[in-house]
């Protein structure tokens, strides 16, 4: 998996992460794709149950790999109302793509030196999930929306400021995103490899990954 840091636009930037539409194979990092029966998450209509905080963020630590430290989860959100978690013409766009829930979590990075919000928008279908995949691009590039860090006490104000930085992705009729930034609020390299990680772990290990591939497994969703 590749990661892209593609630009910087005025006093705010963007990740984006290489198109890979399927995600993991079923059943998580090191599962067995055969092992499980896959199940349909291309719409609401066949995958009506709406996301939980428990599905996102079942633990006060998030485990990506068993072998480093973990993310430690300071607060979470769910709101009805996406417009909740973006700013501008980003919010008109989740409407009017039928986006009908947001669930979020801001936690700190192992070494302490990031902290991260991190979520994922429930739209009404994949077509809605890739449109705004695309479309979203350029509304941060001309400045004219974004999306929200989530403030989780003392210490986590930078994740608010134009310093940091955005990544999204989709997967089926969901769209995940991160906000990442420095602690001491300095802006983010290009080639800030620490940075990538840390939206590799959240965005396509945890959130496309482990939280979604529970999604298309049979049987495996969180209550």
Known sequence: MVVALLGVCGLSGYFMLADERQGGGAGGPGGNPQAVAARDISSRTVDPAPLTLRELFPAEQIVINQNEPAYQLLKTDASEDCRSAVTGEISSLLVQLGCSQVVRGTLRSPTG????????????????????????????DGGRGRFQGMVAGRGTEAITRTTAQVGWHSRGHFLVYCVIARVNGQPIEAADKDAQKVLSDVIELHLRGVVLDKRATAGKQAS
């Open 113 to 140: 030196a990031f902290v991260v919000t991190g979520g994922i928008f429930n739209l009404i279908d994949a077509a809605a999930a890739d449109r705004a995949h695309e479309k979203i691009k350029p509304l941060v």
